[in-house]
């Protein structure tokens, strides 16, 4: 069955600094692979996704995620955290096929930016 | 533009009364649809989806049930709400091989 781990239940940075969240899936073949951040209360807002290609993908709000295969990782990065980044961070996959595509998340990861 | 509409944002009702949650999306035709929930120390849980009117497929067994009335609706239900039904209930579509979310709505059963 696929499953998606992340690591690190909770994180703190200090604003500017630089971010990396962790994830890791277990899956019959390459998925879809997705980051999405949670504020408190809130819906959940896609940052980036994955699909083929490049391994680098770029999304919103200064978000990058690097896909490598050999490791099933697909971690998230920001190279200076604003604190309007404070949120919880989930990542999620999804089947490359099929006529629905059933997101399987991993269990967040919250993060603090201290000032 | 396409946009997710949740209806209502927070309830709370006493254990045993029925439920009724709603999804309305616009400015696309025929998405599918699902219904996930987020339950404190559970992570987020796929209910149910739908891949066009009246069509619905459960994930998991429980006493909520789903249903697709119209072509963008998709309605969360159930009969006798149980304890473990507080949650935060989120309905997304999908686009371009993506899911987009609504705001949820916070469910808490007393």
């Known amino acids: 069955a696929q499953s998606v781990t992340q690591p690190d239940i909770h994180i703190t940075v200090s604003e500017g600094a630089s971010l990396e969240l962790r994830c890791n899936y277990s899956?019959?073949?390459?998925?879809?692979l997705f980051w999405y951040v949670q504020s408190p209360g809130q819906g959940l807002q896609l940052l980036l996704k994955?699909?083929?290609?490049?391994?680098l993908v770029q999304g919103i709000k200064g978000f990058e995620a690097e896909f490598k295969r050999s490791q099933s990782s697909f971690n998230l990065r920001k190279p200076s955290v604003h604190w309007s980044d404070a949120a919880e961070y989930f990542c999620a996959v999804a089947p490359s096929s099929g006529s629905a595509r059933q997101l399987t998340f991993g269990s967040g990861t919250q993060l603090t930016v201290l000032p | 533009s396409q946009t997710i509409h949740q209806w209502p944002a927070t309830l709370v009702q006493p254990v045993g009364s029925p439920l009724s949650l709603e999804c309305t999306v616009e400015g696309t035709s025929n998405p599918n649809l699902y219904w996930y929930r987020q339950a404190a120390g559970r992570g987020l849980q796929l209910l149910f989806y739908s891949v066009g009117i009246g069509q619905i497929s459960s994930e998991v067994p429980q006493n909520l049930s789903a249903s697709r009335p119209q072509d963008r609706q998709f309605i969360l239900s159930s009969k006798k709400l149980l304890l473990s039904d507080s949650g935060f209930y989120l309905c997304a579509y999908e686009g371009a091989d993506t899911q987009y979310f609504g705001p949820g709505t916070r469910l808490t059963v007393l």
């Open positions: 899956y019959g073949a390459t998925p879809y």
């Open positions: 994955y699909f083929s290609g490049d391994t």
